[in-house]
C-alpha cells in the first residue's frame, strides 16, 4: 500500500465517523432516543439546536482532517526490501550504492551519531585501552576503579 492510499484510508475513516456521530445527532433530535430507549421525558424536536450541534461537528471534522492531512504529509515511510551488499552494507538505490546511513537520513526522519560498541573498540583500540586500564592500576593500586 502507498503512502497516498494509506492516507486516503485515514482520512475517509475520519470523515465516516464524523458522518456517523452527525447521524446519531439527528436521530437523536428527530426520535428522542433517550425517551425511547431509557425511559426519559419526551423532549420536543429542536431543530435550531441540531443545525447548530451539525456545524459544530463539521467545523471539528474540518479541523481533525485538516491536520490529519497535514501530519500525514511529515511521514516518511521506509518499506519493501532493500538491497543490501553484504560486504560494505551500502544500499542499492535508483541503481546506485549509498552508504546506510546516508539512505535512511534521506528516506526518513532520523539521524545517525557515531559511536562505538566494546568489541570494536577492544578489536580497534585494545592496546589503548589496555595502557589506560595498567595506568588506572598502577595508579589506583586495583583493576576496575571507576
Not at 431509557?38 to 471534522?61: C, D, K, R
Amino acid at each position: 500500500m502507498t503512502k497516498a492510499q494509506f492516507s486516503k484510508k485515514i482520512i475517509i475513516a475520519e470523515l465516516i465517523g464524523f458522518i456517523l456521530v452527525i447521524t446519531i445527532l439527528w436521530l437523536d433530535e428527530l426520535l428522542d432516543l433517550p425517551h425511547m430507549f431509557l425511559g426519559a421525558p419526551a423532549t420536543p424536536i429542536n431543530l435550531v439546536e441540531s443545525i447548530f450541534e451539525t456545524i459544530i461537528t463539521l467545523l471539528l471534522a474540518a479541523l481533525v482532517t485538516f491536520s490529519t492531512h497535514t501530519l500525514l504529509k511529515r511521514i516518511r515511510y521506509l518499506e519493501g526490501i532493500l538491497p543490501v551488499c553484504s560486504f560494505c552494507k551500502k544500499i542499492r538505490a535508483d541503481n546506485r550504492w549509498v552508504p546506510i546511513d546516508s539512505y535512511i537520513r534521506d528516506h526518513s526522519e532520523a539521524d545517525f551519531s557515531h559511536s562505538i560498541c566494546p568489541q570494536c573498540a577492544a578489536e580497534h583500540y585494545g592496546d589503548v585501552l589496555d595502557s589506560k586500564e595498567a595506568k588506572r592500576e598502577k595508579y589506583y593500586g586495583d583493576k576496575k576503579v571507576g
